[in-house]
């Protein structure tokens, strides 16, 4: 098991550095997966969740031609077991990539996401305007047995192309906050990720 982590952040480390991007798969088990889906919040989101908004402070507004999903912020003290398990593991990553890349994450913050069947996220950057500190995005899909068919593909813009990921059940997605623009496809059936971010200073729990 340690030496599969090695190998993932080993991967995600050098994708990060050539491409600004890093995908990989199983980075929760099925079983790992399986546990966050069963919680109460997932299997009663949308009633327990709150509509995304997009903006910052004062700036901050809800607009659902503009992303649709519903989320609910993790306090890391207050979370649960299985939930512990990928807020360890996403700290690990974080010393990883600041030894192996040079770089300074202090910290992370992550929120449950639910996107209702119908429900998209156009084209953005992470990055805030008058607030660089998210460095980078990561994004862990919670989605069994998801299928073309279903949608919900986050689709990335490079320079010269632009490439499309589906959201499979324990895929992390790792990229640059401040670099790629991205969006999410509609989806044709709720689609469920644990999404989050690794920041430049310490996470204030503002938002929860």
């Keep these: 098991m340690i030496q599969k982590l090695l190998t993932q952040f080993e991967t995600i480390a050098n994708a990060l550095a050539t491409d600004g991007i890093a995908v990989v798969d199983d980075f929760l088990s099925r079983e790992e997966v399986q546990s966050i889906v069963a919680e ?6 949308l009633l327990r969740f709150k509509r995304a908004g997009i903006g910052q402070a004062q700036e901050h507004q809800i607009n659902e031609s ?3 999903d519903f989320i609910q912020w993790i306090d890391p003290a207050k979370s649960s077991s299985p939930i512990q398990i990928y807020l360890q593991r ?3 990553l974080r010393g990883f990539l600041n030894e192996s890349l040079f ?4 910290d992370i913050e992550v929120h449950k996401t639910i996107y209702p069947p119908g429900s998209y996220y156009k084209r953005h950057l992470d990055q805030f305007k008058k607030d660089d500190h998210r460095k980078l ?5 919670l989605n069994e047995d998801w299928q073309e068919t279903d949608g919900g593909q986050l689709r990335v813009y490079f320079p010269d192309r632009q490439k499309d990921y589906f959201p499979l059940a324990g895929r992390l997605i790792c990229f640059r906050s401040d670099l790629l623009e991205h969006e999410v496809l509609p989806t044709q059936r ?3 990720s644990l999404t989050g971010w690794m920041l430049d200073q310490l996470n204030d729990l503002k938002h929860l």
């Design 103 to 106: 770089i300074s994450l202090k």
């Design 90 to 92: 996403m700290n690990e």
């Design 66 to 68: 503009v992303r649709g």
């Design 137 to 141: 995005s990561a994004i862990l899909y």
């Design 190 to 192: 709720a689609r469920m």
């Design 40 to 45: 109460d919040d997932f299997k009663n989101g």
